[in-house]
Nanobody, 120 residues
């Protein structure tokens, strides 16, 4: 059973920074893609940042230039460095990893989520 365990959420003032961590129970190289999603109250879950096998990254337009996704392969950990946080970044952040199955479908693994609250 694959586990993704997030940590690092909390309360921060606007303009502040947080770093989220996602520790995987197996090598991150075994995932096709790994990244972070978020869900604010009353809204759909949305992609924040994602790293694709091969090293390419995708970011939501709303976080470009402020958030950075990175990995520590030795620790099987994915990070999300969040700078210049805004009120609208408040959400539950979820770590996601997906794998390609033999029939070419994608299977998603999710962490339990970590709350990020930006408030003055």
């Amino acid at each position: 059973q694959v586990q993704l365990v997030e940590s690092g959420g909390g309360l921060v003032q606007p303009g502040g920074s947080l770093r989220l961590s996602c520790a995987a129970s197996r090598s991150i190289f075994s995932f096709h893609r790994m990244g972070w999603y978020r869900q604010a109250p009353g809204k759909q879950r949305e992609l924040v940042a994602r790293r694709i096998s091969g090293g390419r990254t995708n970011y939501a337009d709303s976080v470009k230039g402020r958030f950075t996704i990175s990995t520590d392969n030795a620790k099987n950990t994915v990070y999300l460095q969040m700078n210049s946080l805004k009120f609208e970044d408040t959400a539950v952040y979820y770590c996601n990893g997906d794998v390609l199955l033999s029939d070419q479908t994608i299977y998603d693994y999710w962490g339990q989520g970590t709350q990020v609250t930006v408030s003055s």
